[in-house]
């Protein structure tokens, strides 16, 4: 077992001289023999070593007989002892988690919270990998799934990982190493247990080497998977536009490129675990040309336009409601609106062709100030509310104008209405209600500055 630790070291740069390593020890087989292995090699590694040790609370005092062995051991060899006392079951009651995945959570929690620069050293083994290679096949995993335990990630190591379980007994009984039995390793209530002692071992009678079998299968995965991801992020960039992703362009890439860069969208887009069934999806709204979906978390995903973006819902003013009382230009009243801004200002018509020539860019829309009605405000759009387009000959509903301009959902949600007593006379997108659009009769111009664009 020692030969086979220290070659995955070598072979995968799991410590460097003068590494602080915390143990993450159970007190089983596996950990004790990954302790008794690290205390082995401190010196010629000139390792700070320290022992960490989690009592879930779950299995009374044979946790407790746990927690002792481990306690005891460390004191014997000098070894510095942290350990945490949980409840597993009530907080895996309290988040709705499977008691496996809440434990999970806190031990890496804590191990992480013990020392942020230290390696944090696990006791997987290649059992370890088999049995977590046949629950993800299982499962139906992909590639990503399939390629097992890596024996790095972040700061967690795995020197055993390619050592088997009976590697490791056999190393602890050599040199008379302690450990204790975890009771419910025997339970079949766990899918990982029904695993080691329904399947495994009828793959053993079909090939008594199946672990060193496994680890190549494992072995050439991982190569498959890293040049796969490498491809993914460099087909990645060659398909991001300034406003999302090309959707023509994504969707001509091979099929193993394209479903690794729609989730790296989707995570770049705020999906925290994208699905399967997330990816397929948006590879239909890809094929179809357009439409949108929701992924986890409520997150949106749409195809517009040739584009596959996140549209996010622009907040408008929901209920609030503003007198508009024009400023002679230079002057104006500005009203914020969340993160818009519109302002109003009249002028004379006389002076108009002047102020257009210098403040072009500053000019959005113009209406006749002088056929108003009644008092102006700018109010959330209403059911029912029409308009007048100008040129058109007929009024039309807010719903089907944002259908002919082809305005995205996003951009729809609390859109302003400026109105007087007899309806809407101006909003962002649309323009001026034809009833009062400048004619050769206006005497003062109404101008707004501001409002949303396409």
Same mark, same amino acid.
């Given at each position: 077992?020692?030969?086979?630790?220290?070659?995955? @070291?070598?072979? %995968?740069? +799991?410590? &460097?001289?003068? /590494?602080?390593?915390? =143990?993450?020890?159970?007190? #089983?087989?596996?950990?004790?023999?990954?302790?008794?292995?690290?205390?082995?090699?401190?010196?010629?590694?000139?390792?700070?070593?320290?022992?960490?040790?989690?009592?879930?609370?779950?299995?009374?005092?044979?946790?407790?007989?746990?927690?002792?062995?481990?306690?005891?051991?460390?004191?014997?060899?000098? @070894?510095?002892? %942290?350990? +945490?006392? &949980?409840?597993? /079951?009530?907080?895996? =009651?309290?988040?709705?988690? #499977?008691?496996?995945?809440?434990?999970?959570?806190?031990?890496?929690?804590?191990?992480?919270?013990?020392?942020?620069?230290?390696?944090?050293?696990?006791?997987?083994?290649?059992?370890?990998?088999?049995?977590?290679?046949?629950?993800?096949?299982?499962?139906?995993?992909?590639?990503?799934?399939?390629?097992? @335990?890596?024996?790095?990630?972040?700061?967690?190591?795995?020197?055993?990982?390619?050592?088997?379980?009976?590697?490791?007994?056999?190393?602890?009984?050599?040199?008379?190493?302690?450990?204790?039995?975890?009771?419910?390793?025997?339970?079949?209530?766990?899918?990982?247990?029904?695993?080691?002692?329904?399947?495994?071992?009828?793959?053993?009678?079909?090939?008594?080497?199946?672990?060193?079998?496994?680890?190549?299968?494992?072995?050439?995965?991982?190569?498959?998977?890293?040049?796969?991801?490498?491809?993914?992020?460099?087909?990645?960039?060659?398909?991001?536009?300034?406003?999302?992703?090309?959707?023509?362009?994504?969707?001509?890439?091979?099929?193993?490129?394209?479903?690794?860069?729609?989730?790296?969208?989707?995570?770049?887009?705020?999906?925290?675990?994208?699905?399967?069934?997330?990816?397929?999806?948006?590879?239909?709204?890809?094929?179809?040309?357009?439409?949108?979906?929701?992924?986890?978390?409520?997150?949106?995903?749409?195809?517009?336009?040739?584009?596959?973006?996140?549209?996010?819902?622009?907040?408008?003013?929901?209920?609030?409601?503003?007198?508009?009382?024009?400023?002679?230009?230079?002057?104006?009243?500005?009203?914020?609106?969340?993160?818009?801004?519109?302002?109003?200002?009249?002028?004379?018509?006389?002076?108009?062709?002047?102020?257009?020539?210098?403040?072009?860019?500053?000019?959005?829309?113009?209406?006749?100030?002088?056929?108003?009605?009644?008092?102006?405000?700018?109010?959330?759009?209403?059911?029912?509310?029409?308009?007048?387009?100008?040129?058109?000959?007929?009024?039309?509903?807010?719903?089907?104008?944002?259908?002919?301009?082809?305005?995205?959902?996003?951009?729809?949600?609390?859109?302003?209405?400026?109105?007087?007593?007899?309806?809407?006379?101006?909003?962002?997108?649309?323009?001026?209600?034809?009833?009062?659009?400048?004619?050769?009769?206006?005497?003062?111009?109404?101008?707004?500055?501001?409002?949303?664009?396409?």
């Amino acid at each position: 077992m020692k030969c086979k630790a220290l070659e995955t @070291i070598q072979r %995968h740069q +799991l410590l &460097t001289p003068g /590494a602080a390593v915390i =143990a993450a020890v159970s007190g #089983g087989a596996d950990s004790m023999a990954l302790l008794f292995f690290l205390d082995e090699i401190r010196e010629e590694f000139h390792l700070t070593l320290s022992a960490a040790h989690i009592n879930h609370g779950l299995r009374g005092e044979e946790a407790d007989r746990d927690e002792a062995l481990v306690r005891d051991t460390c004191r014997q060899f000098g @070894i510095p002892f %942290h350990v +945490l006392h &949980t409840d597993v /079951a009530r907080e895996a =009651a309290r988040t709705g988690e #499977g008691i496996e995945a809440c434990g999970r959570r806190l031990r890496y929690a804590f191990l992480e919270s013990l020392d942020e620069k230290a390696l944090i050293a696990t006791a997987h083994t290649l059992d370890d990998q088999l049995e977590t290679f046949l629950m993800h096949f299982a499962r139906g995993a992909g590639l990503h799934g399939l390629c097992g @335990i890596p024996a790095k990630r972040g700061r967690i190591i795995r020197p055993l990982i390619d050592c088997t379980r009976g590697e490791v007994e056999a190393y602890c009984a050599e040199r008379r190493i302690s450990y204790v039995t975890d009771s419910t390793n025997l339970s079949r209530d766990y899918v990982r247990n029904r695993v080691r002692l329904d399947i495994v071992p009828v793959l053993r009678e079909i090939n008594p080497n199946v672990h060193e079998a496994v680890r190549r299968c494992l072995d050439t995965l991982s190569a498959d998977e890293m040049l796969l991801e490498q491809l993914a992020v460099q087909s990645m960039e060659t398909v991001r536009t300034e406003n999302g992703y090309d959707a023509a362009r994504l969707l001509s890439q091979p099929k193993a490129l394209r479903s690794r860069i729609i989730e790296k969208m989707l995570t770049e887009g705020g999906c925290s675990a994208p699905e399967y069934r997330h990816i397929t999806a948006i590879e239909r709204l890809l094929e179809q040309g357009h439409g949108s979906i929701q992924v986890s978390g409520g997150i949106a995903v749409r195809v517009w336009r040739g584009v596959i973006d996140f549209p996010r819902e622009e907040k408008g003013f929901q209920q609030a409601s503003f007198s508009v009382v024009p400023q002679q230009w230079p002057a104006a009243q500005v009203c914020k609106l969340g993160e818009e801004t519109l302002s109003f200002s009249f002028v004379y018509k006389k002076d108009f062709v002047k102020i257009q020539k210098i403040h072009k860019h500053r000019l959005a829309n113009c209406l006749d100030y002088d056929r108003i009605h009644g008092n102006l405000i700018l109010r959330p759009r209403r059911p029912g509310d029409r308009l007048h387009p100008v040129g058109r000959g007929c009024s039309k509903t807010f719903k089907n104008l944002f259908q002919e301009l082809e305005v995205p959902p996003e951009k729809r949600g609390g859109m302003p209405v400026l109105g007087d007593a007899a309806g809407p006379v101006w909003t962002p997108f649309f323009g001026v209600d034809e009833r009062v659009c400048i004619t050769d009769k206006t005497k003062r111009i109404l101008m707004i500055s501001g409002g949303r664009k396409v």
